[in-house]
């Protein structure tokens, strides 16, 4: 099957990007890259090149809820580098990743888009998402822009929102999703399964002890969403080839774990990782976290895990 290798330029501020030609714009957090964020920037890639001009997404970093309401709580679906990773598979020709700051938040509307959109990014057309809001205190709708639009002559397009068995897609329903332990729904919404990436790091090291060694995933980012506790059936990449294994996020009761892990056990896979960089991708959904009488009782039911694992990835896989 043919490869095709896109070229994306990633630039880190508005202000370095100043094109000589129009060009075709969207604009968003794109948390997930999710399925309506791909038909949105379909639409744009796909129009951009009909008309010979470049095709451009805006987004920002920190996520502007982290600086305006100081929201520790928000997880998000992707890491800055997984967001560009998976922007950068979809044919745009830039992704400008703009800090967002207090200051910038009191862009007024008519500001944001005669500076930035106008001036700056020298917009031809603008694709956007269902009920995009922009601007100081999000004044700024696609009522106004429609308006704004026809002043300095460039057009606007809203895609509706994306549909899927009837419930609209977003980056918060994807969340919650994961948080309930709806892996399927979650990587359905995604178009893709959702991952977690960090480095391997030592832990306690009582899996070996007991016949299911472990890698202990570090994430890269403290803001990177972690999913229910449970066991799941996961993949990854190491060295080229795909392992299957199965991991398990929580507390481990059993032993009295007193912090949160993430370990995850490959199957027919026996090579060191401690340092290494690895991505594990989320199959499905196993079983909740549970807390056995005794080890013997966990290395029962890890055994009867590693069973319907196998067999899940021999049916589905």
Known sequence: MLKLYFHLEIIHSIFDFNPAQ????????????????????????????????????????????MVLQKD?????????????????????????????????????????????????LNTAKLIIGYD??????????????TE??????FSVEEIPVQDVDEVAVSSTKIRKALANGALKTANKYLGNNFSLKGKVIKG??????????TANLELSENYKLIPKKGVYVVKSIIEGNCTYGMMNIGNRP??????????AHFFKFNKNLYQKT????????LREEEKFDSVDGLVEQLKKDQKTALNYIDNNL
């Not at 995009?132 to 822009?145: A, S, Y």
């Not at 704004?148 to 002559?153: E, F, I, K, R």
Request: no cysteine.
């Open 22 to 65: 129009k060009t075709f714009v969207t604009i968003g957090t794109f948390d997930g890259v999710h399925i309506g964020h791909q038909k949105i920037i379909e639409k744009l890639v796909s129009e951009a090149k009909q008309q010979q001009k470049k095709s451009v997404l805006l987004t920002f970093f920190p996520h502007p809820r």
């Open 72 to 120: 520790a709580s928000i997880k998000l679906l992707n890491s800055i580098n997984e967001r560009a990773a998976l922007l950068e598979k979809t044919g745009l020709d830039y992704l400008i990743i703009h800090p967002f700051s207090k200051e910038f938040s009191r862009l007024k509307a008519l500001d944001f888009v005669r500076d930035i959109l106008v001036n700056q």
């Open 132 to 145: 995009h809001h922009f601007g100081k205190n999000r004044e700024g709708n696609i009522e106004q822009l």
């Open 148 to 153: 704004y639009s026809q002043l300095y002559d």
């Open 204 to 213: 306690k090291q009582l899996g070996g002890k007991i016949g299911f060694p």
């Open 254 to 263: 059993t032993i009295n774990g007193d912090y949160e892990s993430i370990e």
């Open 278 to 285: 690895i991505t594990i991708e989320l199959l499905y959904f």
